[in-house]
């Protein structure tokens, strides 16, 4: 029985996020990116697999690079040969994107040390194939002042005022190793929100742009942006950004491991 360990990318607007929901839609399943994998996982093995992501995403959020393992009773597969083999089975919003046979008591949710996710906004006027994966805004933000407010989410913060009502987590403190905005080299009417921490609250990075870029174009200052973080006070949060332009980037196990 071999761990494997996958490296997931997707384009999230057609799920209702990454964990199986088998009775959702009035008992029945809903498209969800662990369930299809977990078919296509079925097909191969002829029997039922579970597969273990490193954290949920939303609905309509999407990965660059999502990590999973599973156990495989089959040992004649090279390891490499999973990606084109569950890729056959999988719809084109899913793709594998690399695979690697790790030790047995591996976990993608509990080994992982932190995940970092980059929120994608557009500032001008974006062609009809880039809607799906962006935030028009259509007004330049000051990116200074966006990264002075950014540079208040360092170490271990307690987190409550941008949880989502109804986030069952038993703490909301968190351990935010870096949080900055920068201009997309690809695009420069594209500027990128990145934020990596051990862990994040339901819908948090979504919050946080949002509040962000309202507490901006507001005119708000910087130490208004800390207040409002340290008040615990979900009600002082900005408007929620939407989900379209919100990638989890990456997941990395080499780090220190701090508390879920």
Not at 16 to 22: H, N, P
Not at 147 to 158: C, F, P, Q, V
Not at 195 to 224: D, H, Q
Request: proline fraction near 5%.
């Amino acid at each position: 029985m071999r761990n494997i360990l996958l490296t997931v990318s997707y384009d999230g607007t057609d799920f209702c996020g990454w964990q199986r929901q088998d009775k959702s839609d009035g008992g029945r399943p809903v498209r969800t990116v662990q369930g299809e994998i977990e078919k296509a996982l079925e097909k191969i093995h002829k029997e039922h697999v579970n597969l273990t992501g490193s954290g949920r995403t939303d609905s309509g959020v999407h990965a660059f690079a999502q990590a999973a393992n599973f156990y495989s009773p089959i040992d004649s597969i090279p390891v490499e040969k999973y990606i084109p083999a569950i890729n056959a089975f999988l719809p084109d919003d899913i793709r594998i994107v690399g695979s690697s046979e790790v030790a047995q008591d591996f976990s993608s949710r509990f080994s992982a040390t932190s995940r970092t996710y980059r929120y994608f906004i557009h500032t001008g006027n974006p062609f009809a194939s880039e809607m799906r994966f962006v935030w028009p805004i259509h007004h330049k933000p000051d990116i200074t002042v966006l990264n002075k407010m950014a540079s208040y989410l360092r170490g271990e913060i307690d987190c409550a005022t941008f949880a989502a009502a109804g986030d069952a987590s038993l703490s909301t403190f968190r351990y935010i190793e870096n949080a900055r905005f920068f201009v997309d080299d690809k695009n420069p009417e594209v500027i990128v929100f990145e934020i990596c921490a051990n862990a994040f609250l339901w819908k948090m990075v979504r919050s946080l742009t949002g509040s962000l870029i309202f507490f901006e174009k507001s005119g708000r200052s910087p130490e208004y942006f800390k207040e409002v973080l340290d008040s615990h006070d979900r009600k002082r949060a900005g408007p929620t950004a939407p989900p379209s332009g919100l990638f989890l980037y990456q997941v990395s196990f080499d780090g220190v491991r701090r508390h879920a």
